[in-house]
């Protein structure tokens, strides 16, 4: 099994550091698990910190004003999150959850910059990934705006379902997660689902659903990305 500085080393950010530089970042980091819903960080704290995730998922969710929720993204393991505090000690704009028990490394400003202002490589390297973030996150607020809600589900279930998928993928996201992911509610998925079933795209149980016509999730997720070409 490898160890942690190994897997740092393959990180788009961390990969540019001489590998004993790897070595102290893996032996200063803070190690923390977290059960499914837990907070890593909330929105409105000032959290300055850097997250490297083993395993597990989170998912950076935003609060309007109103109290609802909406998934802009996750984060899947072996990505590293910057906290935005950690540039400009301000609050963060929203949450950070574990969505799965997750296992992750942690580092405070205080440790972290002094590694990175020695290898000055690595700036350039947050830079990608901080756009990289930036347009994935364009790219899930255009598809919120602009895409009808059938389409902005139908693209998330393509999501979960391999490209050859025949057998039924277990119901382990509630329909007020799908909710959040979407931004829409859960009475509006719920009605999306059974008009899907109607049409012959999906068979749904209490426990499953199996996807009979993936053809028809694709041509209703098209409408985004034609909206991203114009």
Not at 104 to 119: E, F, G, K, S
Request: hydrophobic content about 45%; overall charge positive; proline content about 7%.
């Amino acid at each position: 099994m490898q160890n942690l500085a190994e897997k740092l080393a393959q990180t788009r950010v961390f990969s540019p550091l001489p590998p004993a530089e790897c070595a102290e970042l893996a032996r200063l980091a803070h190690k923390r698990t977290y059960a499914p819903n837990d907070f890593v960080c909330h929105q409105g704290e000032v959290w300055t910190y850097a997250l490297y995730l083993a395993t597990g998922q989170l998912r950076w969710v935003m609060l309007s004003p109103t109290g609802r929720e909406y998934v802009l993204y996750t984060i899947e393991p072996g990505r590293v999150f910057w906290g935005h505090s950690l540039f400009d000690d301000q609050p963060m704009p929203a949450s950070l959850q574990a969505m799965s028990p997750s296992e992750a490394y942690l580092w405070h400003r205080d440790t972290l910059l002094p590694i990175v202002d020695r290898n000055p490589a690595i700036w350039r390297a947050i830079a990608c990934e901080l756009i990289a973030t930036m347009r994935r996150a364009r790219e899930i607020i255009y598809g919120l705006a602009f895409q009808p809600v059938a389409g902005r589900l139908a693209k998330l279930l393509l999501t979960q379902f391999p490209v050859h998928a025949s057998q039924p993928l277990e119901r382990s996201i509630t329909l007020v997660e799908i909710a959040a992911r979407i931004a829409s509610t859960p009475e509006v998925v719920s009605r999306t689902l059974r008009q899907f079933e109607a049409e012959g795209i999906l068979e749904l149980t209490r426990a499953s659903i199996t996807l009979k016509d993936r053809a028809a999730l694709e041509r209703l997720s098209e409408t985004l990305d034609k909206t991203k070409r114009v």
